[in-house]
C-alpha cells in the first residue's frame, strides 16, 4: 500500500510563499518519480512539476516556471513544492503524485499512486 501525505497549504496573499511537502511511505515509492499537480474549481487537473529519483531531471509548466522549485529528500522520503511570487491565478487543490519509474512524468496517467490534496488559496 502506497500512501502520500501532503501538508503546507493554507491562504495567502498575492505575492507571498507557501512551501508544501508530501511524505510518501510504501514499497518502491521512494525510489520512482515524484510530481505535483493542482486543480482549480470547474477546471481539470493539471501538471505543475515533477523530479526524477535523482532530482537530476526536472520539469515544471510554463505557468510556474522561474516562481515554484520542486525538491526531494530521498532519506525523509519527501517532496517539496516551494511556491513564490504567488498569484491569484494559482488558487487550487495541490495534489502530490508518485511514480514507479524513476524519470519525471509531465500527465496525470503516468503516475501510480496519489495524495489526498492540500488547498492553497491566494488572495488578490
Known amino acids: 500500500q502506497v500512501q502520500l501525505v501532503e501538508s503546507g497549504g493554507g491562504l495567502v496573499q498575492a505575492g507571498g510563499s507557501l512551501r508544501l511537502s508530501c511524505v510518501t511511505s510504501?514499497?518502491?515509492?521512494?525510489?520512482?518519480?515524484k510530481g505535483w499537480f493542482r486543480q482549480a474549481p470547474g477546471k481539470e487537473r493539471e501538471f505543475v512539476a515533477a523530479?526524477?529519483?535523482?532530482?537530476?531531471?526536472?520539469y515544471y509548466a510554463d505557468s510556474v516556471k522561474g516562481r515554484f522549485t520542486i525538491s526531494r529528500d530521498n532519506t525523509k522520503n519527501t517532496v517539496y513544492l516551494q511556491m513564490n511570487s504567488l498569484k491569484p491565478e494559482d488558487t487550487a487543490v495541490y495534489y502530490c503524485?508518485?511514480?514507479?519509474?524513476?524519470?519525471?512524468?509531465?500527465?496525470?496517467?503516468?503516475?501510480?499512486?496519489w495524495g489526498q490534496g492540500t488547498q492553497v488559496t491566494v488572495s488578490s
Open positions: 503524485a508518485a511514480r514507479i519509474g524513476r524519470t519525471p512524468g509531465r500527465s496525470a496517467g503516468e503516475y501510480d499512486s
Open positions: 510504501g514499497r518502491t515509492v521512494s525510489s520512482g518519480g
Open positions: 523530479i526524477s529519483w535523482s532530482g537530476g531531471s526536472i
